[in-house]
């Protein structure tokens, strides 16, 4: 039989089956759709090759959700700082790609023999097995699908992580669910954890993003259809995204940008409506000779490292502010909050 004819998971443990020491590697920061996708991969390995992967992302997991999911379910991932592989070692890159600055390997000439991802790519990938679907709303649904190819039962912890991945990665109207999507729903619902699943959308909150709530919807301008919410500090940066994420719920608003001070840096997060503009775009614009900027048709985001100040002064916010507007096409100048201080003395 010819190697096209077998199947995706078949072609992956093919490629990695002469690979002496294997390492699984996903974007920095990871969400709970990589976090679920590496494990997923990592099971089907150990499941059908004897393989004991180390599992590795760089950075942190910040949201209170996903943080609940690393609790509750224990996944295998280990987070550390740097990774040096050694010359024998083969990696498998999961919802991330070989060009992309979000993981560990960026600039490393580590030996990268698999791309398991669904984001578009950017420059070549070269990799002996590749499989990239941007199409697919979730990697966790590819990463379904091997298992359900290879036959392999997932424990409740990993289909209630797998779950939950594909519903975050469809949430904010990003992307909607593709057939292999919805397949792997149906199929992981046969052995998810329906009450772990709400314990984790359902994570309990520390006062201080209560905090940092009031004070977004309080710092929150209208400009026609175009948010500006601006966050002197943050107590995390998260915070700078879950707040875009709400505003841009509002019936009124089309555009959303949060840009908060974290540390050094000005973080922002930038949403859109469905049928509206492009947020990775209307990120650039206003970013441009900024900062970094980078994301999706509904979510993007963005940052201006080291603050000379360590804080966003007057004429930066000034000056977001009017690129923010002027990338939205808004000519009006003045906004109205989207809370009235009037409102809520009447109220209190
Ligand atoms: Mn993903």
């Not at 420059?123 to 002996?128: D, P, S």
Request: aromatic share 6%; charged share 25%.
């Amino acid at each position: 039989m010819s190697r096209k004819h077998l199947l995706r998971s078949e072609r992956l443990l093919e490629t990695v089956a002469e690979c002496p020491r294997l390492v699984i590697v996903t974007h920095d920061n990871p969400d709970p759709d990589a976090i679920s996708s590496g494990w997923a991969i990592a099971t089907l390995l150990r499941e059908r090759a004897g393989r004991r992967p180390r599992f590795l992302a760089g950075g942190e997991v910040l949201r209170a959700e996903n943080r609940q999911m690393m609790e509750l379910l224990d996944p295998p991932l280990e987070l550390v700082d740097s990774f040096e592989p050694s010359g024998d070692t083969a990696v498998i890159l999961v919802d991330c790609g070989v060009n992309g600055s979000n993981h560990l390997l960026f600039h490393s000439n580590a030996d990268i023999v698999a791309v398991i991802d669904h984001h578009q790519q950017t420059g070549k990938c070269a990799t002996r097995f590749k499989d990239i679907r941007p199409s697919v709303a979730a990697c966790a649904s590819i990463a379904t699908q091997y298992l359900r190819e290879q036959n392999i039962f997932p424990s409740t912890r990993l289909a209630t992580a797998l779950m939950y991945g594909i519903h975050t990665e469809t949430a904010g109207f990003e992307t909607s669910h593709s057939q292999t999507d919805r397949r792997a729903l149906r199929w992981l619902t046969g052995f998810a954890n329906p009450d772990w699943l709400a314990e984790i959308q359902n994570a309990p909150l520390p006062r201080e993003y209560f905090t940092d709530l009031v004070l977004a919807l309080q710092n929150t301008f209208l400009y026609d259809g175009a948010a500006f919410c601006l966050l002197p500090k943050v107590s995390g940066p998260e915070v700078v995204g879950e707040v875009a994420d709400l505003i841009i719920r509002c019936k009124d608003v089309a555009y959303a940008l949060c840009a908060g001070a974290w540390e050094a840096d000005a973080l922002v997060s930038i949403r859109t409506k469905p049928g509206t503009r492009s947020a990775a775009r209307l990120a650039a614009e206003t970013l441009r000779g900024l900062g970094h900027s980078g994301g999706h048709e509904h979510r993007a985001g963005g940052k201006i490292a080291d603050l000379r100040t360590g804080q966003i002064t007057e004429s930066l916010e000034d000056e977001l502010r009017q690129r923010w507007l002027n990338a939205c096409n808004v000519e009006r100048t003045r906004g109205t909050r989207l809370i009235a201080p009037r409102d809520i003395r009447q109220i209190l």
